[in-house]
C-alpha cells in the first residue's frame, strides 16, 4: 500500500475477497491486485466472481509461490498480468500506468 501511494496511486488494502466484495460497489473503478493465495476466496475464484459480475475493473495477479502456467492462466481468465513476488515496483506502477483510464483507484486486495 505504502509502496503505490509514494507513486500517487489511492490504496486500500482487505484481507479478504469477501471483505472487499461486502465494502466495494461493484460498479467502482479500480484497478485490483490480487494475491492468488487469499484466505476464503482464492485470487481465481475472486477473478471468476469479477468476471461474472460484469466488473470493468482492471486485475494484476500477485504470488508469492511460483506456479508454471499461472501467467498464461491470469491472462486467459481477462486479468492484465500476473506478478511473481517479490513484485519489482516500477514494473508494478508501469503495468498499472497502463490500465485503461477509468482504472484510476488501486484496490490491493491480499
Do not use: Y
Not at 59 to 79: C, H, T, W, Y
Amino acid at each position: 500500500k505504502v509502496l503505490l501511494m509514494t507513486f500517487g496511486f489511492e490504496a486500500r488494502t482487505f484481507n479478504s475477497a469477501r471483505s472487499f466484495f461486502d465494502a466495494v460497489p461493484n460498479d467502482e473503478p479500480g484497478c485490483l491486485l490480487i494475491d492468488i493465495h487469499m484466505p476464503g476466496l482464492d485470487g481465481w475464484a475472486a477473478q471468476k466472481i469479477l468476471v461474472d459480475s460484469g466488473s470493468k475493473r482492471t486485475v494484476i495477479f500477485i504470488s508469492a509461490e511460483k506456479q508454471d502456467n499461472a501467467a498464461a492462466r491470469a491472462l486467459k481468465v481477462g486479468a492484465m498480468g500476473f506478478l511473481q513476488k517479490p513484485v519489482n515496483a516500477q514494473t508494478l506502477v508501469d503495468l498499472i500506468n497502463s490500465a485503461p483510464e477509468d482504472t484510476n483507484v488501486t484496490v490491493n486486495s491480499q
